[in-house]
């Protein structure tokens, strides 16, 4: 069994930092691709940045930039750092492992809010 702890969301100020953290811990030979998404009330889960075991990152066009992923693999676990924080980056962020061929877990979600 695969479990996700998520940590360091929170309410920051728009202009403001964050850095979430997510640790990976169970039956897990090698992890592929860790990322991040996000899903606003009422909006569809979007990606936010993943992060392949080669350190190859991928950013929508909304966070390049501000936002910046990495990874440890001594400790299972990434990272995102995200700079310039703007009101609508406000949502619950997910954390998301791939493993394997189709294997996949998600986090619990970490709430973050930005304030104008």
């Known amino acids: 069994q695969v479990q996700l702890v998520e940590s360091g969301g929170g309410l920051v100020q728009a202009g403001g930092s964050l850095r979430l953290s997510c640790a990976a811990s169970?039956?897990?030979?090698?992890?592929?691709?860790m990322g991040w998404y996000r899903q606003a009330p009422g909006k569809q889960r979007e990606l936010v940045a993943t992060i392949t075991n080669g350190g190859v990152t991928n950013y929508p066009d909304s966070v390049k930039g501000r936002f910046t992923i990495s990874r440890d693999n001594t400790k299972n676990t990434v990272y995102l750092q995200m700079n310039s924080l703007k009101p609508e980056d406000t949502a619950v962020y997910y954390c998301?492992?791939?493993?394997?061929?189709?294997?996949?877990?998600w986090g619990q979600g970490t709430q973050v809010t930005v304030s104008s």
């Open positions: 998301n492992i791939r493993w394997g061929l189709v294997s996949s877990s």
């Open positions: 169970g039956s897990i030979f090698s992890i592929n691709v």
